[in-house]
């Protein structure tokens, strides 16, 4: 059965491109003073990564192919959003990093971590692979993914969590090209779907570190 949207569903494509438009401006004015989040709820959708390579595709059914499949920007290989699944796009300065994108993605992870622990889930990080895991009856299973783009020194992308979205939508793709972990979902794991209280707790979180204009 699909599960219903949790929010108001938005189109991929719309967000690639107000991500460009705001990425545009910082560039074009040299604002480092404002910087954005932008919180989503997505229509089915596969995105791939620079870094993806078809075969991480399996055989889809008559269903899934109906699913749009895009080649995007970021970081990363092939992954799936849809409803159910909180997607955050970063349009930061990397200046607040020390200009250092392995401690942008060290903040990202910790912050998805404390989020978990907050529900009592364990997470984790796996050497050399973006995103955030969990150990189910001995499996290595993936809540959150990770994926950005750096140009100018201004960052775009950011992450998916995965909250109650319908995890078959990924048994038809390789997720990140990782043939021998699987997904799961904080539904799956506690048998807790408030996407909007997780959303708050994200902006509340990163509000307190830097002068955020937040779009949801």
Request: charged share 20%; hydrophobic share 40%; glycine share 6%.
């Amino acid at each position: 059965m699909e599960n219903k949207p949790l929010f108001f569903l938005k189109d991929y494509k719309l967000f690639w491109v107000l991500q460009k438009k705001i990425l545009y401006r910082k560039m074009k004015y040299f604002n480092k003073k404002y910087n954005f989040l932008i919180c989503a709820e997505h229509n089915h959708v596969y995105t791939i990564g620079r870094n993806s390579k078809f075969p991480n595709f399996l055989m889809f059914s008559n269903t899934y192919k109906k699913i749009p499949i895009l080649k995007v920007d970021r970081g990363g290989d092939v992954t799936y959003h849809g409803p159910g699944q909180l997607v955050c796009y970063f349009i930061l300065d990397l200046c607040l990093f020390n200009y250092d994108i392995n401690l942008l993605l060290r903040f990202i992870e910790n912050f998805i971590l404390y989020i978990l622990l907050k529900y009592q889930i364990l997470g984790f990080r796996i050497i050399n692979q973006a995103g955030i895991w969990v150990m189910v009856q001995n499996y290595f299973q993936k809540i959150c993914s990770i994926g950005l783009k750096i140009r100018h020194y201004i960052t775009m992308h950011g992450f998916s969590l995965n909250i109650k979205n319908n995890l078959n939508y990924s048994n038809y793709i390789r997720p990140c090209g990782i043939k021998k972990y699987g997904i799961t979902s904080l539904y799956t794991e506690k048998n807790f779907s408030f996407y909007i209280k997780i959303k708050s707790l994200l902006k509340n979180i990163l509000s307190s570190f830097f002068n955020l204009l937040i779009l949801i």
